[in-house]
């Protein structure tokens, strides 16, 4: 069967299964079986073996059973990056790039900024801003010790000089930081639990406890930001669709000022940026 052809079954097989944008992750699907990339996909006229054919059936009903697409293909791409990814660390949403475009405003006009990135998984926020800002001083720090090895992993992949460390919240960070920080940027667990039985199996398959919390990390790096922020230094946090307000509250009742709430766009809330004075 050529590819072509495998295509347009998997295709169809997907849409009946209801997985969003059948056509596109059967080619996802499909490159790394086949080695090749898009192009190579549609150019190549050479059928399937069979060993190639049943990984491809093997992935489809994996796809269809809930296994998000980039375990399927280790691979996921954010901004300019494409990131490898592993089962048991918290796969990057597009709506996060809205987070790292409203760090990136904070930072216009900083000469060679200090970056924390708080609960990376993957790496992707930190990385997006080393790799946009070359000149900035970029940590990360996860509490998971698998998003701590790739966020590593993903680092020297790319080549991009981000220091990760190990920790929860800002615990693991050099005393040298201190006040010292121009931008803590998150996107912490804030699915509230009784919000569980509505998502799909694809985000379900993400580790607990880098899905569910609520606002409580929220309010945690915003009492402990302000040690770590250099004056004027900005906490810029990915938040549910429902939670601007009482994020915006937490933010303003631990001193930051000029705070404000970025929608995605959907019209939904998604970052809350605070100034600390």
């Known amino acids: 069967m050529r590819p072509s052809e495998a295509l347009r079954r998997a295709t169809d097989y997907l849409e009946r299964h209801g997985v969003e944008s059948p056509r596109a992750s059967a080619e996802a699907l499909l490159m790394p079986?086949?080695?090749?990339?898009?192009?190579?996909?549609?150019?190549?006229?050479?059928?399937?073996?069979?060993?190639?054919?049943?990984?491809?059936?093997?992935?489809?009903?994996?796809?269809?059973?809930?296994?998000?697409?980039?375990?399927?293909?280790?691979?996921?791409?954010?901004?300019?990056?494409?990131?490898?990814?592993?089962?048991?660390?918290?796969?990057?949403?597009?709506?996060?790039?809205?987070?790292?475009?409203?760090?990136?405003?904070?930072?216009?006009?900083?000469?060679?900024?200090?970056?924390?990135d708080v609960g990376t998984g993957t790496g992707a926020v930190a990385l997006s801003i080393k790799h946009e800002r070359p000149e900035a001083q970029v940590v990360a720090v996860d509490v998971s010790a698998e998003a701590v090895g790739l966020a590593r992993h993903n680092a020297d992949r790319l080549g991009l000089d981000v220091e990760v460390l190990r920790g929860d919240l800002l615990s693991s960070l050099p005393s040298s930081l201190q006040g010292a920080v121009d931008l803590i940027v998150s996107n912490p667990p804030y699915v509230e639990p009784a919000a569980l039985a509505s998502l799909p199996a694809d985000v379900l398959a993400d580790p607990w406890p880098a899905l569910v919390g609520g606002t409580d990390v929220h309010r945690a790096l915003a009492q402990a930001a302000p040690a770590w922020l250099a004056p004027g230094g900005s906490l810029v946090l990915e938040i549910?669709?429902?939670?601007?307000?009482?994020?915006?509250?937490?933010?303003?009742?631990?001193?930051?000022?000029?705070?404000?709430?970025?929608?995605?766009?959907?019209?939904?809330?998604?970052?809350?940026v605070g100034r600390a004075p």
């Open 33 to 116: 079986i086949l080695g090749t990339d898009r192009v190579g996909l549609y150019a190549r006229t050479e059928g399937l073996s069979s060993p190639q054919a049943r990984s491809f059936g093997r992935a489809l009903c994996q796809r269809c059973a809930g296994v998000p697409l980039q375990h399927l293909t280790g691979r996921v791409g954010f901004r300019h990056l494409e990131l490898v990814a592993r089962p048991g660390v918290f796969v990057p949403r597009p709506e996060t790039e809205i987070l790292v475009e409203a760090a990136l405003r904070v930072l216009d006009g900083v000469a060679s900024p200090a970056v924390v």
């Open 240 to 272: 549910g669709e429902s939670q601007g307000p009482s994020v915006a509250a937490i933010l303003e009742d631990a001193g930051f000022v000029e705070v404000q709430i970025h929608l995605d766009l959907n019209g939904r809330d998604r970052v809350a």
